[in-house]
C-alpha cells in the first residue's frame, strides 16, 4: 500500500523530469551580457559527456504535473541508489534506496493519504518501511540518476545563447530553448548542468519547473536505516 504510493509519485517525477527536454530545464538566468567561450552546439556535447561519465549528483528544485507541483531532494548515485525528499500534496516523503531494497519513512500525514487507521502510527511513525521487491524496482528505475538525468543524455532542443549568470557561486552559460526553457551550464571546470527551468506557460507567467544540480561526483552513498527503525509492510493493514 505504501510502496504503491510512493511508486505512483516516482512514476510521475520521471515522465516530468525525462520527457523531451521541455520537462527538465534549467535555472532562472540572467541577461548578463557575455561572449561565450563555446557555442551552443559545442556546450550541449560536452554536457551530455560529463553528465553521462558522472558518478553522483544532488538535484533539488520544483516540477509540475498536471499543474501540481513535486518537490525534489534528491542525492543521486550512478549505481542507482539515491537517498532524499519528494513532497507531493504537501507530504514529504523521506525515501532510501541502497544494496536493492527502497525503505519510505512513516509519517501521520502519510498513512493518512494511505487512509491506514490511526493506530498504525503508533507502531510506524518515524520508522522506515520496507517496500515490496516490485515496488522497488519501480522506485529504483524511476528515481535514478540515468533516468532522472535522461534529459540531457539524449536528444536536446536547438539552443541559442543567452548570456550568463551565476548558480550557487559557479559562472555559467545560458542557453535558451525554443520553448522558452532555459539550461544554465558550467562555464568553467566540467560542463555539468548548474540549473534547468522548463518551457513556460500560462502566458509565460509559470515554467513548469527548476531543477538545480549540486554536488557532482561528491554524493556519498546512502546507508541503510538501522534494522530497528524498519517495519514491515504488511503492518500498516494489520
Known amino acids: 500500500m505504501a510502496g504503491a ?28 551580457p ?17 553528465v553521462r561519465a558522472a558518478s553522483s549528483v544532488h538535484l533539488s528544485g520544483m ?7 513535486i518537490a525534489l531532494n534528491l542525492g543521486l548515485i550512478r549505481s542507482g541508489e539515491f537517498s532524499g525528499t519528494l513532497t507531493q500534496n504537501g507530504i514529504p516523503l523521506r525515501l532510501i534506496a541502497v544494496g536493492g531494497k527502497v525503505y ?18 503508533s507502531i510506524m511513525c518515524g520508522k522506515y518501511v520496507e517496500v515490496s521487491p516490485a515496488q522497488a524496482r519501480s522506485l529504483s528505475g524511476s528515481l535514478s540518476m540515468s533516468a532522472l538525468l535522461s534529459s540531457f543524455t539524449g536528444k536536446m532542443p536547438r ?14 552559460q545560458v542557453l535558451l530553448g525554443p520553448d522558452g526553457s532555459r539550461l544554465v551550464v ?21 515554467s513548469n519547473g527548476t531543477l538545480t544540480f549540486s ?8 546507508a541503510a536505516p538501522p534494522a530497528s527503525q524498519v517495519v514491515n509492510l504488511n503492518k500498516i493493514t494489520s
Open 5 to 32: 504510493a510512493v511508486a505512483a509519485g516516482g512514476a510521475v517525477l520521471l515522465a516530468a523530469c525525462g520527457s523531451p527536454p521541455s520537462a527538465a530545464r534549467p535555472a532562472v538566468v540572467a541577461n548578463a
Open 34 to 50: 557575455s561572449a561565450a567561450p563555446r557555442s551552443p552546439a559545442q556546450t550541449v556535447a560536452q554536457m551530455r559527456k560529463a
Open 63 to 69: 516540477l509540475r504535473n498536471g499543474g501540481k507541483p
Open 104 to 121: 519510505v519513512k512513516a509519517t501521520a500525514a502519510y498513512l493518512r493519504q494511505l487512509k491506514a487507521p490511526a493506530s498504525v502510527c
Open 159 to 172: 539552443f541559442t545563447r543567452a548570456g550568463t549568470t551565476t548558480v550557487a557561486g559557479r559562472k555559467g
Open 186 to 206: 558550467a562555464a568553467t571546470g566540467p560542463p555539468y548542468p548548474l540549473q534547468a527551468v522548463g518551457r513556460q506557460s500560462n502566458g509565460g507567467r509559470q
Open 215 to 222: 554536488q557532482w561526483n561528491a554524493v556519498a552513498r546512502p
